[in-house]
T-cell receptor, first 109, second 114 residues
Framework: GENVEQHPSTLSVQEGDSAVIKCTYSDSASNYFPWYKQELGKGPQLIIDIRSNVGEKKDQRIAVTLNKTAKHFSLHITETQPEDSAVYFCAAILNDMRFGAGTRLTVKP | NAGVMQNPRHLVRRRGQEARLRCSPMKGHSHVYWYRQLPEEGLKFMVY????????ESGMPKERFSAEFPKEGPSILRIQQVVRGDSAAYFC????????????FGPGTRLLVL
């Protein structure tokens, strides 16, 4: 089955800096890669996704890149704000959705 | 435009009791997924259902756990004879169409087994 690894497990940045979270997946047949943001006590919220026929997607301060050859994809958050602080999960879908272990992002004001 | 609804939000049970967790998908969605999240961990897939059908239960424990999604009403995740190790957050997600993509999550049910 699919195996998703996510790094780093924790990330602390100053407000205004950029944050990058990286994930790798094992099965080249996976074709959909969403990113979720989970705030304390809440369910995961979809923030951006990318399909295997696209290399990059951007939505305001958030962007995701996908390297199919290397089987890795990354989340980029620019101009970080304190409200970006949360746990971020990457996922990959083959037969079912497999999540990375999560990255706890802290943005210091 | 209600999102995915789950209830109860918090559930306390003693060992040996039964836990019933409910999930109402987003309007127009007929595909439901259940996930379990242990503290400080990611989400683990449990089961994927469509109306009246279990499509994939490869992530469900073999015993004590069952799920249904009847023609009418919410999806139910049922845990019989709960043990302390069942304490976790259980999330439901729903999607539209036959692809397992673009899943929207509910707020979760936090189960505590005493």
């Amino acid at each position: 089955g699919e195996n998703v690894e996510q790094h780093p497990s924790t990330l602390s940045v100053q407000e205004g800096d950029s944050a990058v979270i990286k994930c790798t997946y094992s099965d080249s047949a996976s074709n959909y890669f969403p990113w979720y943001k989970q705030e304390l006590g809440k369910g995961p919220q979809l923030i951006i996704d990318i399909r295997s026929n696209v290399g990059e997607k951007k939505d305001q301060r958030i962007a995701v890149t996908l390297n199919k050859t290397a089987k890795h994809f990354s989340l980029h958050i620019t101009e970080t704000q304190p409200e970006d602080s949360a746990v971020y999960f990457c996922a990959a879908i083959l037969n079912d959705m497999r999540f990375g272990a999560g990255t706890r992002l802290t943005v210091k004001p | 435009n209600a999102g995915v609804m789950q209830n109860p939000r918090h559930l306390v049970r003693r060992r040996g009791q039964e836990a019933r967790l409910r999930c109402s998908p987003m309007k127009g969605h007929s595909h439901v997924y259940w996930y379990r999240q242990l503290p400080e961990e990611g989400l683990k897939f449990m089961v994927y259902l469509q109306k009246e059908n279990i499509i994939d239960e490869s992530g469900m424990p073999k015993e004590r756990f069952s799920a249904e999604f009847p023609k009418e009403g919410p999806s139910i995740l049922r845990i019989q004879q709960v043990v302390r190790g069942d304490s976790a957050a259980y999330f439901c997600a729903s999607s539209h169409g036959q692809q397992k993509e673009t899943q929207y999550f509910g707020p979760g049910t936090r189960l505590l087994v005493l």
